[in-house]
Nanobody
Framework: QVQLVESGGGLAQSGGSLTLSCAASGFVFSDWGMSWARQAPGKELLWVASIWRDSSKTLYADYAKDRFTISRDNAKDTVYLHMTNLKEEDTALYFC?????????RGQGTQVTVSP
C-alpha cells in the first residue's frame, strides 16, 4: 500500500529555512507526480506545491512562490520541500501527497513551527 513518511520539520525562526523530506513506498514513485500540502491549526488543508514525475515541471501556490522549492530524487523515492524566508504564517503540519496538484493520499505529516 502507499506509504508516505515526512520528516525534517521543527522549529525555525522567522526568516529562516527548513527542508522537508518525504520517503515514498508502495508504488512506482517515478510514475507519479508528487505534492506538498499543509494544514495550520484550525484551518483547512491547503495545497502548497507539486512536481511532475520527471521534475520537468513544478507548480506552486501563490504564497509559496519565490520562497519554497519542491524537488525530487527518483533514485531515492523521495520528494523534498525547501522552504526559505519562513514566516509565522507558515506554521502548519506539512504533508506530502501522491499525485500532481493532489492532497490525497498523504502521509502523517511533519510539524513546522515558525517563531517571531
Amino acid at each position: 500500500q502507499v506509504q508516505l513518511v515526512e520528516s525534517g520539520g521543527g522549529l525555525a525562526q522567522s526568516g529562516g529555512s527548513l527542508t522537508l523530506s518525504c520517503a515514498a513506498s508502495g508504488f512506482v514513485f517515478s510514475d507519479w507526480g508528487m505534492s506538498w500540502a499543509r494544514q495550520a491549526p484550525g484551518k483547512e488543508l491547503l495545497w502548497v506545491a507539486s512536481i511532475w514525475r520527471d521534475s520537468s515541471k513544478t507548480l506552486y501556490a501563490d504564497y509559496a512562490k519565490d520562497r519554497f522549492t519542491i524537488s525530487r530524487d527518483n533514485a531515492k523515492d523521495t520528494v523534498y520541500l525547501h522552504m526559505t524566508n519562513l514566516k509565522e504564517e507558515d506554521t502548519a503540519l506539512y504533508f506530502c501527497a501522491k499525485g500532481y496538484q493532489s492532497v490525497l493520499p498523504r502521509g502523517q505529516g511533519t510539524q513546522v513551527t515558525v517563531s517571531p
